[in-house]
């Protein structure tokens, strides 16, 4: 079943998890540790990317929004954290929840605004 999600890049995802559980570690390093090493986490959780985006010739990780904010509920209860504001740019893409594979393999296309399918 084909599903339109929104995700953010890795940067994206950084800036996000700064926002919501404050400078306590650098989140791009912490983010490339858990892709890097399966046995890195933060207070016990990890945040895997869902696949990855072609960009300009290289391939960059890509997040599900959901998949990010959720990290940050569960971070926020296992231990306080304070917040600040800013905005992030949020990408529409396709998913295919039937394909079952590494996010290394799985490339994301975004939508276009604008675009109906």
Not at 10 to 21: F, I, N, Q, T, V
Not at 27 to 46: N, Q
């Amino acid at each position: 079943m084909k599903l339109t999600v929104k995700a953010v890049s890795a940067s994206e995802a950084a800036h996000l998890l700064r926002r919501g559980l404050g400078p306590v570690r650098a989140w791009d390093a912490a983010l490339d540790e858990m892709r890097r090493d399966d046995g890195k986490t933060y207070l016990g959780l990890r945040l895997d990317p869902y696949g990855q985006r072609r960009d300009s010739g290289c391939k960059r990780p890509i997040y599900l929004l959901d998949n990010v904010l959720d990290f940050i509920r569960a971070a926020r209860e296992a231990a306080p954290h304070p917040a600040n504001t800013s905005q992030i740019e949020v990408l529409e893409v396709e998913i295919d929840t039937a394909i079952v594979c590494p996010w290394k393999v799985m490339t994301l296309v975004p939508k276009r605004p604008g675009t109906i399918h």
